[in-house]
């Protein structure tokens, strides 16, 4: 079982920069976080959650077209996380988000932890 807890959300002025984090914990979680493709959702008010970027084992990148160039997705092996830089935030990128992963690049296979809230407002 891998728990998964997100970091560094905040308050933030438009075109201001935040750095997520999401640090993967428990047995085998090593092993499995190496192995696993993660990926950051966000979820706004009243919406549905939405994959916003995603990273392979191997370190392959995929963005959501609406965060393509601002955002970067990164991991650390070593330390069993993956990170979130987000650049240039805009009020749409107002949300809570979460880290989630498994065999294969979108695959949702650990259960969600609380999220980290992020907004953006002047």
């Known amino acids: 079982q891998v728990q998964l807890v997100e970091s560094g959300g905040g308050l933030v002025q438009p075109g201001g920069s935040l750095r997520l984090s999401c640090a993967a914990s428990?047995?085998?979680?090593?092993?499995?976080?190496?192995?696993?493709?993660m990926g950051w959702y966000r979820q706004a008010p009243g919406k549905q959650r939405e994959l916003v970027a995603t990273?392979?084992?191997?370190?392959?990148?995929n963005y959501a077209d609406s965060v393509k160039g601002r955002f970067t997705i990164s991991r650390d092996n070593a330390k069993n996380t993956v990170y979130l830089q987000m650049n240039s935030l805009q009020p749409e990128d107002t949300a809570v988000y979460y880290c989630?992963?498994?065999?294969?690049?979108?695959?949702?296979?650990?259960?969600w932890g609380q999220g980290t809230q992020v907004t953006v407002s002047s």
């Open positions: 989630n992963g498994g065999p294969r690049v979108g695959s949702t296979s650990h259960s």
């Open positions: 428990g047995r085998a979680s090593g092993i499995i976080f190496r192995l696993n493709a």
């Open positions: 990273i392979s084992s191997g370190g392959s990148t």
